[in-house]
């Protein structure tokens, strides 16, 4: 596939020079901007999207995804979080919502374990549907993926699942796909294993960043302003 190598070499790369930690997980925004990671009061902002978490085979195993499912709400954001066996009902109430012009974009999907592979499957279903999605992070899959055209990006974090530590687990791009895509291998996040990667809060708060940056801000109407 058309630069997947270059892509995956990209996402090593970041991963061996961020040693403790990932570069590019933090928000540098004030707590000031509509656009920042550190704003937290819903009743300021509302923003434009739609983000779907996708759980992993059990509900009890990634709790991070219910973490950042009360983050996004605190933050004015849609966001629901599902077991990864829903994608397609979503994905057909997404199809059957863009048909009558109720869909909010950009449409985000994030994922862990199964709801990593979940993730990208929902983002390509959609994508043969005719709907775009801005972006799509997985958090350690079980198998080896590819986005359709529809996707302008995605982020894969994961810890090689081959004994002689090859991966079977990263993101390679489909045929047709333009965006970008980026294989993390989170090895030297000391501590971080299949059961605890999405919990981690410097890997939310990089995915949440980046979800943001595709959203619009709107400032929700005061009592005053709105004339009541």
């Given at each position: 596939m058309r630069g997947s190598g270059k892509l995956f070499m990209a996402g090593m790369v970041l991963a061996v020079a961020s040693a403790t930690g990932l570069s590019g997980c933090s928000s540098t925004a004030s707590s000031t901007s509509a656009t920042g990671l550190s704003r937290s009061d819903a009743s300021k902002y509302q923003y434009s999207g739609e983000v779907y978490l996708l759980r992993g085979l059990a509900n009890v195993f990634s709790t991070g995804l219910d973490d950042m499912n009360a983050k996004f709400a605190r933050r004015g954001i849609k966001s629901s979080v599902d077991n990864h066996s829903v994608w397609n009902?979503?994905?057909?109430?997404?199809?059957?919502?863009?048909?009558?012009?109720?869909?909010?974009?950009?449409?985000?999907?994030?994922?862990?374990?199964?709801?990593?592979?979940?993730?990208?499957?929902?983002a390509r279903y959609l994508g043969d549907?005719?709907?775009?999605?801005?972006?799509?992070?997985?958090?350690?899959?079980?198998?080896?993926?590819?986005?359709?055209?529809?996707?302008?990006?995605?982020?894969?974090?994961?810890?090689?699942?081959?004994?002689?530590?090859?991966?079977?687990?990263?993101?390679?791009?489909?045929?047709?796909?333009?965006?970008?895509?980026v294989n993390i291998d989170v090895r030297p996040m000391a501590g971080v294993d299949h059961f605890n990667i999405e919990k981690q809060a410097q890997l939310q708060d990089r995915v949440m960043t980046k979800a943001i940056r595709y959203m619009t801000p709107r400032p929700v109407a005061t009592e005053r302003e709105s004339g009541n």
């Open positions: 009902a979503l994905a057909d109430d997404i199809v059957a919502r863009a048909a009558a012009g109720q869909v909010s974009y950009p449409i985000i999907i994030m994922g862990h374990s199964l709801g990593g592979n979940a993730s990208v499957q929902m549907k005719g709907i775009k999605v801005s972006y799509v992070a997985s958090f350690d899959p079980t198998i080896t993926t590819q986005p359709g055209p529809n996707v302008l990006e995605v982020d894969n974090f994961y810890l090689p699942n081959k004994p002689d530590g090859q991966a079977t687990n990263i993101v390679v791009e489909g045929p047709g796909f333009a965006g970008q895509v």
